[in-house]
């Protein structure tokens, strides 16, 4: 073989550095060779990324367009966790007890992108961080267009990926991956979750009219809280406002609701879209007569809508700060949350938090940062406490196993301070509000 | 609706999404029309811009954006909704002068290709500087006191600052008209649309019509972004839908032509707004199919003419 790439007159400068690399290869310390003895080959950045004493985690959050309000707000979450990871703080070790300083170790670096909650900007921006950072996990989405393109991607690249703010039935349904994991509610367990309180709060036979932004998140959202609210209210869908993401004049959209004779408006819309077709609704003056319901919550909102016009609206989210009455993991985090930000946490922010640090148990759980492996502790399905008590991870499609809250919208004048907009109306556990993990077509994939 | 069964014509995809009747297409033929009128104002400005200097503004969306920042600022001090218009639109037309002279100078003798990367780079370094100094967060300025609420107008309840913003750029059209048509800057400004060669053979200090003209036309966008803040609350990325929707309305309209850009624009707002009564999923397909017709059966567009830039 040396002899055919001499004959193909290979220059000689090649030849010596082929030469180093086989020497240096052979002089290389134990440490690195150490993982092959133990049947983990290499494979995505695993070894070399985890062999410094920092491991990086890439980010591509939106922090521009439609979305960006609520990027900022999971990067904060992130940034957050990336400090007590390192510091070893007591929140993180409530969730992962052996995490001491850092993980297996090593110091956490996060590494941010703006993707613009664009699925083509999110995937190449990982690409830059794996080539030149060699990060051993990526998080990032507030779309969840952004969150299947980044699962496709990972389960190719063989890193992790930590689904950040994804509500499409999709993300751990037709497009699950062995490499992804989700902590938030989503889409069918909003709707099986806020369902009853709709039904009981505004009666059977209602008219609904629906507002979808168009992508994978709107359209299962829509699907399956109309399929609840059919089968279980003989509510009946009057109109589906589809509108692109970003749309800024909702107008036209609002005088076709106008002339459906809805009762309710279930706006699926999110991040900016939320907030005009909010904002929009109040000026045609089809809010309060029409009843508003956000299916999915978003952050902020009443910051930016005001109480006003969120009072009486009922929304299913992932967290409320108010939950610290009830969970001491939850006053933990809003106190830490404040402490850093001067402001309460949204759910978003806490999303990414849990993200990190359910990663931070799971990876010092299995004491490796080799994937299988860490997936596998994930796949153990073990319970552990978290800011909204006891949750766990289905093995079969990697979705959280955790509770949806349900939150009315309080009016002004009986909010108890500036940030008090959504009253608890109820936790409900999550076991009940999932369909069957094969339901909609998870197939994980391989682990190598 | 909801069945697994095989999707007929009316399932799926139709029948959960129109309202199809007549209450409803005079409310959207309505609707469209407010639409419209804001989008020709947006596009006048571009358009005059390019017809002039033949540059391709691609910082316009930026300008519309500016305006409602800087109309929400004085908003905040001075608690004037005319003050807020005021301040908005002269500031917007300011920065414009101000980009023409710096910046767009340097760029009429270059390829059209650089023209577009330098007002592109512009309109990123806008919106970032105005992220950086009041943040993703939208901001809101109220419509005056006498024009909130929601007015009836027998066929539909419509909120009433709309009705109203009918109004103001209908006004501001028609001055805008009468300063193109009825001056002898406008006059200027309309020969340079021509053929701004002959212009500055003439003696005339092109280069002065030039900086006026990217002032007015960025003062129209400005205008529209201050006006149009109690309607769509402001953010810094409030420009980039409107930059590619005004694109359209100029190409209907045809390139360079003031009538043009009013006419595309009514017609881009009737055609987002009536498409969107029998499926509002294709209301920005029918814009863009428009918009390929118009090319291909006049590439001039509706009231553009050959041979301008």
Known sequence: ?448 | MLGWGPPTFNADIYAGDAVVNWANFVSQFFNGLVLGALLALISSGLTIIYGTLGVLNLAHGAMFMLGGYAGWLAYSYSGSFIVAVIVGSLFVMLVGVLIERVVIRQFYGRPPEDQLLVTFGLGIVIVEAVRFWFGSLSKTVPPPSGLVGITPIGFMMYPTYRLALLGIIAVALIVLYVVLYRTRIGMIVRAGIEDSGMVDALGIDVYKVFMLVFGIGSMAAGFAGIVNAPVVSIAPDVGESILVQTFVVVVIGGVGSFPGAVLGGLIAGEIISITSMFNPGYSYVMLFVAMTLVLVLRPYGLLGAAGRE
């Open chain 1, 1 to 448: 073989m040396p002899f055919d790439v001499l004959k193909d007159g290979v220059s000689r400068r090649t030849l010596l550095r082929g030469g180093a690399g086989l020497v240096g290869g052979a002089v290389l310390p134990m440490g690195w060779i150490a993982p092959g003895f133990a049947d983990e080959p290499a494979m995505g950045t695993w070894p070399a990324g985890s062999q410094g004493d920092t491991v990086t985690i890439g980010a591509a959050v939106p922090r521009t367009g439609a979305y960006a309000v609520q990027g900022e707000d999971e990067l904060k979450g992130m940034q957050l966790a990336v400090e007590h990871i390192n510091a070893g703080n007591d929140l993180i070790k409530k969730i992962a007890p052996k995490v001491t300083k850092g993980v297996l170790g090593k110091q956490v670096k996060l590494v941010v992108a703006d993707s613009g909650a664009k699925p083509n900007n999110a995937v190449q921006e990982q690409q830059t961080f794996i080539n030149e950072n060699k990060i051993i996990a990526m998080t990032g989405s507030t779309s969840s267009a952004v969150a299947v393109a980044l699962n496709k991607f990972a389960q190719r690249e063989k890193i992790l990926y930590l689904v950040a703010i994804s509500g499409s039935n999709d993300t751990t349904g037709k497009d699950c991956a062995r490499y992804s994991f989700r902590q938030c509610f989503y889409g069918e367990t909003a709707a099986n979750a806020i369902g009853p309180v709709l039904v009981k709060a505004y009666g059977k036979g209602k008219k609904a009219a629906f507002m979808t932004p168009d992508y994978t998140y709107g359209h299962t959202v829509t699907k399956s809280v109309n399929e609840y609210l059919t089968k279980n209210g003989g509510w009946t869908q009057v109109t589906d406002q589809v509108s692109p993401l970003g749309t800024q004049d909702f107008s036209q959209y609002l005088t076709n609701i106008a002339n459906s004779g809805a009762d309710v408006i279930i706006n699926v819309n999110w991040g900016r879209d939320a907030v005009l077709s909010v904002q929009q609704a109040k000026q045609f003056g089809l809010t309060p007569k029409m009843k508003m319901v956000i299916p999915y919550q978003i952050p902020f909102l009443a910051k930016e809508v005001g109480a006003a016009l969120t009072e009486d609206v009922y929304a299913a989210t992932d967290f409320w700060w108010t939950l610290e009455d009830k969970y001491p993991l939850a006053k933990m985090f809003v106190a830490e949350f404040e402490k850093k930000y001067g402001y309460k946490p949204e759910w978003g922010a806490n999303n990414a938090y849990m993200q990190f640090a359910i990663w931070a148990r799971m990876v010092s759980g299995a004491g490796t940062f080799y994937p299988p492996t860490v997936i596998k502790e994930y796949e153990k399905g073990e319970k552990f406490d978290s800011t909204v008590g006891e949750v766990y991870f289905r093995a079969a499609d990697h979705q959280l196993v955790r509770p949806v809250v349900i939150v009315k919208g309080k009016a002004p004048k009986d909010m108890k301070g500036k940030e008090d907009y959504w009253e608890v109306m109820e936790v409900v556990p999550g076991e009940g509000l999932m369909q069957k993990p094969d339901a909609f077509g998870c197939k994980l994939g391989s682990y190598t």
